[in-house]
């Protein structure tokens, strides 16, 4: 069993920076792979970003390539995200997922199971 917990999220112009966080508990966190998704209202769930089980090798959506970071901090149970030149569409529901089949990443969701509550990002114009 995992249980994640994200926290990070928030209002923000336009431009923008923000840094989510996704604390991490049960399985031995460095076993592995993590991923961010996200849900924008009327829309499907949708891969943002992964990351290998020790940080090494990481993977993006086109949609956030360039302007997001994902990594890990095994000591700390801890894989954040962090984007930069945030935009409108960038507004969703973002959620992290723990992918313990795998040590490698995913952009599958269906391969994560484990996921966390979920943390509002909002981008205003």
């Known amino acids: 069993q995992v249980q994640l917990v994200e926290s990070g999220g928030g209002l923000v112009q336009a431009g923008g920076s923000l840094r989510l966080s996704c604390a991490a508990s049960g399985r031995t966190f460095r076993s592995y792979a993590m991923g961010w998704f996200r849900q924008a209202p009327g829309k499907e769930r949708e891969f943002v970003a992964a990351?290998?089980?020790?940080?090494?090798?990481?993977y993006y959506a086109d949609s956030v390539q360039g302007r997001a970071t994902i990594s890990r901090d095994n000591a700390k149970n801890t894989v954040y995200l962090q984007m930069n030149s945030l935009r409108p569409e960038d507004t969703a529901v973002y959620y992290c997922?723990?992918?313990?089949?795998?040590?490698?990443?995913?952009?599958?969701?269906?391969?994560?199971?484990?996921w966390g509550q979920g943390t509002q990002v909002t981008v205003s114009s």
């Open positions: 990351i290998s089980w020790g940080g090494r090798n990481t």
């Open positions: 997922a723990a992918d313990v089949s795998s040590r490698v990443y995913s952009g599958d969701s269906a391969r994560y199971a484990y």
